[in-house]
């Protein structure tokens, strides 16, 4: 077994490897044993997993009324551009 087949048999059965058949679960630990780049791509694709399975991230309650808010606040607080050769009292 390569590289390129566990990488595949990973996208098809799983990075548990315990679940896969006897026929490629065996191959693929004496391969995980001599490759370090098998054993990256089984840790990247465990890490995958992990973060899909995560909650989702949610935004705190209010924030785009805030975010809305703070903008209107900028936009009445900044001047309007003035004219050449227009002073502030004009």
Do not use: H, N, Y
């Not at 995980?32 to 399975?53: D, G, P, T, Y």
């Amino acid at each position: 077994m390569d590289v390129t087949e566990f990488e595949e048999l990973i996208d098809r059965l799983g990075e548990d490897l315990s679940l896969w058949p006897d026929d490629r679960r065996l191959p693929a630990e004496e391969l995980l044993k001599r490759s370090c780049s098998a054993q990256a791509l089984l840790e990247e694709m465990r890490a995958l997993r992990q973060a899909l399975a995560a909650p989702p991230v949610r935004a705190p309650a209010g924030l785009a009324d805030r975010i809305a808010a703070a903008a209107a606040k900028m936009k009445s607080d900044t001047a309007e551009p003035r004219t050449e050769g227009e002073t502030a009292g004009s």
